[in-house]
């Protein structure tokens, strides 16, 4: 496997780079000051003009949509392991990847949509997508069903003519606060007489469609994530055409498995540029305190926690860049067990760096002067987005013991 930068990702590496050191990083304060301006008002829920001034000089330089390969509405796109080093980068700041339109839920949305729409459902969905134009969020959690098994979902999806009418409760419908967001795509049940995997099936809700309700929204450790957000949301008896299904009945769970490939590695890529930051971090503050007569970098416990930090990062990108590379060379199925992989280990080793990291800022490290604390939380929600840790160990285990089933017959 060779993990070498391309020419053409050395490059962009070196814009991104350079677009953050003249843009993002100089309006971390002014980005937080203006969400909190507009939570003070009373309306947290107003898109941030930072983002907005900054999205036309990203698109400008060619650094939009990068996360999307082999898609003709979409040429930039790069492979995974291309597009790896260039999303690491743009996790080292939380709300970064918007100014590129690489962000979650729309980046999995347009997966979905590029790789399972109809040519209308892309035309009218995808490419306002891809513009940056409208945002998107995925309704798939329940909360009267423990949703990492996916099969417990009861939301309805039935026919009705030449309609659906679809009836549920989803909760952290992740992005669904932001006043943008016209599209949901919902996941629910067709035919709850089929086989078990056959059951649900993936459609497209217009957001002002009647019918809904959004019941609240949901902070995740006490932060709200405005303008972002995760909402509690009801949909009763919400009617939209038979044509905005997805690819076909009873396909719900094919298609959330090539939806969700892409979105958790991607995830895992801007987790290791968190992880970067907390590093970086940490080792400024230590440099730069001092306690009982020495600087704090100098206390030995601070070695083996910084050496850790660093042998850790590296080989969570590595484990990273082989998922990459498998799902661009293999496809994601045969990619799922590395995908599982990373997803229990990029969360994890950053949620324990960004730990060192706030104890070795003190009380800043638990405050906003810092970006830590916000990190940290998440980091790890992250342990359960996507699928929690436990379901990715048991996929995980359940592929290592199939690999000795033979042996054991004998």
Known sequence: MDFAYTPRVQALRAELQAFFDR???PNERRYQDEIAGNRAAGNAWVPSSVIEE???????QGLWNLFLPNSERAPEGLSNLEYAPLCEIMGRVLWASEVFNCSAPDTGNMETLERYGSEAQKARWLEPLLAGA??????MTEPEVASSDARNIQCSI???????LITGRKWFASGAG?????LYIVMGKTDPEAASHQQQSMILVPADSAGIKVIRHLPVFGYDDAPHGHMEIELRDVRVPATNLLLGEGRGFEIAQG???PGRIHHCMRTIGVAERALELMCRRLQTRTAFGKRIAEFGIWHERIAESRSMIEQARLLTLKAAYMMDTVGN????NEIAMIKVVAPDMACRILDWAIQAH???GVSEDFPLAAAYAGIRSLRLADGPDEVHRASIARHELGSYASLSSH
């Open 23 to 25: 843009h993002i990083y």
């Open 54 to 60: 900054l999205k036309p000089l990203a698109r400008a």
């Open 134 to 139: 409208i945002r998107s969020a995925f309704l």
């Open 158 to 164: 039935r026919r009705d003519g030449d309609d659906y």
């Open 178 to 182: 932001d006043p943008r967001c016209t």
């Open 259 to 261: 939806r969700l490939g």
């Open 333 to 336: 199925k045969v990619a799922r």
């Open 362 to 364: 003190g009380g800043a």
